[in-house]
């Protein structure tokens, strides 16, 4: 397993951005990456996802617009630029790996697909 580990997340007002990193322990260039977010007392939700190539992303609906997803494998890192952050957006943000250069059959909405996971960062959308 990849080793992630998260940072970015910070206290900040309705409207405004931030940008989430995530740093792997060790090559992700064969990886498919996303991010996910955890609420208090909700479920833990899919919001974003890259693969290998950063040829295809995928978002929630929820965040569609809003927020981008990308990658510098020569980092191997994954990012998250959020902008027009709203309170729903309050939640701990992780980043998730699955080592696939395939897109075809890959659940990438389903979290039992990713095989490794960071511990998270918290953002908080103050009104």
Known sequence: ???LVESGGELVQVGGSLRLSCAASERISEHALAWWRQ???KEREFVAVINWRGSIRDYADSVKGR???SRDNAKNTVFLQMDSLKPDDTAVY???AHRTTFWEGFNSADGQAYESWGRG???IVSS
């Open 121 to 123: 960062t918290q953002v």
């Open 94 to 96: 992780s980043c998730a």
């Open 67 to 69: 927020f981008t997803i």
């Open 1 to 3: 397993q990849v080793q």
């Open 39 to 41: 609420a208090p007392g």
